[in-house]
């Protein structure tokens, strides 16, 4: 099956600093998400962006599809970013919808 | 909107009772998912459900597992009986066939003492 790897496992931030989180997937997709879990267990929508970039506010996200990778800007970290970034991407095969997760990237943004 | 929502949010129960966790889709949403966190083993599907249907039950871990969705606004996931190992927290996705974007309930943290 397709195979989901996020870099890096672990970021500490000082507040305000910049930082990139990396997605890269094995094989073609038809959906990528991305979440944030917060520190209460939440699994917020952050992007669904298969391909392209997009922006909301402090985040940003592009993937790039013939590359099979994705990366998740956030700027001008906040403490309240801290938590677990996941990449989920689905394939479509079989006609399963299913999301296949990544290990996730833990962030910790300090005062 | 409401968004997914689920019941308990907290169940704590002894080895061999039998759990019932409760999910509400989003209203228009035609896919329903179960999905399992656990440590060790990150996110993984459990079931997944398609206009009231089981489609891919391969991630069920066994037969004590089991799932319905009576309807387009309800499902279930039952395990009988319940064993220590199935601690963890039990999500509960939908997605519309639109653009199938999922949106995640704030989960049920199960404890099998």
């Known amino acids: 099956g397709i195979q989901v790897e996020q870099s890096p496992p672990d970021l500490i931030l000082q507040e305000g600093a910049n930082s990139t989180l990396r997605c890269n997937f094995s094989?073609?997709?038809?959906?990528l998400q991305w979440f944030h879990q917060n520190p209460w267990g939440q699994l917020i929508n952050l992007f669904y962006?298969?391909?392209g970039t997009k922006q909301n506010g402090r985040l940003s996200a592009t993937t790039v599809a013939t590359e099979r990778y994705s990366l998740l800007y956030i700027s001008s970290s906040q403490t309240t970013d801290s938590g677990v970034y996941f990449c989920?991407?689905?394939?479509?095969?079989?006609?399963?919808?299913?999301?296949?997760f990544g290990s996730g990237t833990r962030l910790l943004v300090r005062p | 909107d409401a968004g997914v929502i689920q019941s308990p949010r907290h169940e704590v129960t002894e080895m061999g009772q039998e759990v019932t966790l409760r999910c509400k889709p989003i209203?228009?949403?035609?896919?329903l998912f179960w999905y399992r966190q656990t440590m060790m083993r990150g996110l993984e599907l459990l079931i997944y459900?398609?206009?009231?249907?089981?489609?891919?039950d391969s991630g069920m871990p066994e037969d004590r597992f089991s799932a319905k969705m009576p309807n387009a606004s309800f499902s279930t996931l039952k395990i009988q009986p319940s064993e220590p190992r199935d601690s963890a927290v039990y999500f509960c996705?939908?997605?519309?066939?639109?653009?199938?974007?999922?949106?995640f309930g704030p989960g049920t943290r199960l404890t099998v003492t």
């Open positions: 094989d073609s997709v038809n959906n």
């Open positions: 459900f398609n206009n009231n249907v089981p489609i891919d």
């Open positions: 996705a939908s997605s519309s066939s639109l653009n199938y974007e999922q949106y």
């Open positions: 209203s228009g949403h035609n896919s």
């Open positions: 989920a991407v689905e394939t479509g095969m079989d006609s399963s919808y299913k999301l296949i």
């Open positions: 962006i298969p391909s």
